[in-house]
């Protein structure tokens, strides 16, 4: 299944999206009880560092989805504002990035 979502950039959208959600889950409900309770900082900053990428990951591949798909502004916009929410992504993958 990875092999033929990998093959259209609608796919490739949908795994990281899937990933960058699942990131920002970790980065809030481990790393940052890990440097705030534990006294672990490293936990967030390797865990945010890995966010990041994911991030800038999704939006590259959203603005090329959204090009080729000729998706309206306000489309590409809710899904964009679905990176900013936990479990946004997930929401985004069902709602608007399945075919």
């Known amino acids: 299944m990875v092999s033929e979502l990998t093959k ?42 890995v966010h990041g990428v994911l991030f800038v990951l999704f939006v590259i591949l959203l603005i090329q989805v959204a090009t080729e798909k000729s998706w309206s502004v306000k489309k590409s916009a809710l899904s964009f504002a679905s990176s900013l929410v936990p479990f946004g992504t997930f929401y985004a993958d069902s709602r608007w990035f399945r075919n």
Do not use: N
Request: proline content about 5%; overall charge positive.
């Open 8 to 49: 259209s950039a609608l796919g490739r959208l949908r795994i990281i999206a899937f990933l960058e959600g699942i990131s920002y889950l970790v980065l809030l409900g481990i790393a940052m009880p890990l440097k705030y309770f534990a006294g672990l900082p490293q936990a967030v900053r390797v865990t945010g560092m």
